[in-house]
């Protein structure tokens, strides 16, 4: 089969040149040898195989006898499988408390955080301040301050906090703290 066509990261064959000698593993992954290219390509269409590179940087290239199909959809499935938890574990969650958030509200929001953690997220929750009543800049920081530490007494013990309250925004009408699970 060696060098079936379609778009493929893995190089079944050379194309510009043939080396002399190959490093040729076998689909096991034990070590054949060192052999020269065209009985290598022979061990590999014996057994319906590709011959597939895997390192080109050494002295001699090392070869798999492998199919290459299979090691390109193996390959795909893995970083498919990194994303997926990559984007899991790294994804933020974000908890919206207004300046006239209430005690009441606040123990909510702070339980939902709880839930949040415990599942392995991280979380930003923050304060945003917007229309009716206008605050001055320090009285913002004083407010958002008092509720970011009402929600932080609160779920301390389930929490490491990353980012200390800080405005976010460049109109300064959010503030924000970041918070990770905490480890173990």
Not at 46 to 68: C, F, K, T
């Amino acid at each position: 089969r060696g060098g079936r066509g379609g778009s493929s990261s893995f190089q079944s064959a050379p194309r510009e040149r043939n080396p002399a000698r190959v490093r040729v593993i076998s689909p096991e992954g034990e070590q054949i040898g060192i052999l020269p290219w065209g009985e290598a390509r022979e061990v590999a269409s014996e057994q319906d195989l590709d011959l597939v590179m895997v390192d080109a940087s050494g002295e001699v290239p090392v070869y798999r006898i492998a199919d290459a199909g299979k090691m390109e959809y193996s390959k795909q499935k893995r970083e498919r499988m990194m994303r997926k938890q990559v984007t899991k574990t790294s994804g933020m969650k974000d908890i919206r408390l207004s300046s006239s958030t209430q005690e009441h509200d606040i123990k909510v929001k702070s339980e939902q955080v709880e839930r949040l953690l415990a599942k392995g997220s991280r979380v930003k929750v923050f304060v945003q301040f917007k229309g009716g009543r206008r605050f001055s800049p320090q009285e913002r920081q004083e407010r958002a301050e008092e509720i970011l530490t009402a929600v932080w007494n609160q779920i301390s013990e389930a929490a490491e906090e990353n980012d200390r309250p800080a405005l976010e925004s460049e109109r300064g009408n959010r503030v924000a703290m970041a918070l990770s699970p905490k480890s173990q």
